[in-house]
Each structure stands twice: as structure tokens, then as C-alpha cells.
């Protein structure tokens, strides 16, 4: 594996793990809470990673052939999840 591929795996992992504890503080704090604005950011959360998780799980899966199309499935599920970040916080 070269340098280039090691620093992509590190860094989505990195972002992997941040991101899964914001959506458990999140799920927590709806769970604690009840507010429909905390499931929206939980939901958030989770789109964000699962874009960032899938989109390097097939790079690899694919030998980075297929780039336009990852990134735009990367970019659909971000785009969703930030939007639902948003209505999370614009909801209260």
C-alpha cells in the first residue's frame, strides 16, 4: 500500500470515529431529551459517515476506477446529511 493510500485510510478513519461519537452524543441527547431537533443531527451525523466509510470501502473495493461516480454518491449522502444538520438546528 503506498504512503498516499495509508494517509486516506488514516484520515477516514479518523473522521469515522469523530463522527460516530457525534452521533452518539447526539442519540444520547435526544434519548435524555426527547427533541426531535437531536434525532435530526443523530440522522445527520450518520449519512455524514456512512458517505465518508462507503466512499473509501469502494475506492479500495474498486481500485479507485470508478472516482466520479464515489464521489457523486459521496456527495448526495453529505449533502443530506448536512441538510439534515440543519434542520436540526434551524428546528428549535
Do not use: C, K, W
Not at 55 to 71: N, Q
Amino acid at each position: 500500500m503506498q504512503t498516499i493510500e495509508l494517509l486516506y485510510v488514516g484520515f477516514s478513519l479518523t473522521l469515522t470515529v469523530a463522527g460516530l461519537s457525534m452521533v452518539g452524543f447526539a442519540v444520547r441527547a435526544y434519548q435524555r431529551t426527547s427533541r426531535r431537533a437531536l434525532l435530526h443531527l443523530s440522522i445527520g451525523f450518520t449519512l455524514i459517515v456512512a458517505a465518508a466509510t462507503a466512499t473509501t470501502v469502494s475506492a479500495f473495493l474498486t481500485g479507485f476506477e470508478r472516482t466520479p461516480v464515489l464521489l457523486s454518491v459521496n456527495y448526495l449522502l453529505t449533502t443530506a446529511g448536512f441538510l439534515s444538520v440543519i434542520f436540526g438546528i434551524l428546528s428549535d
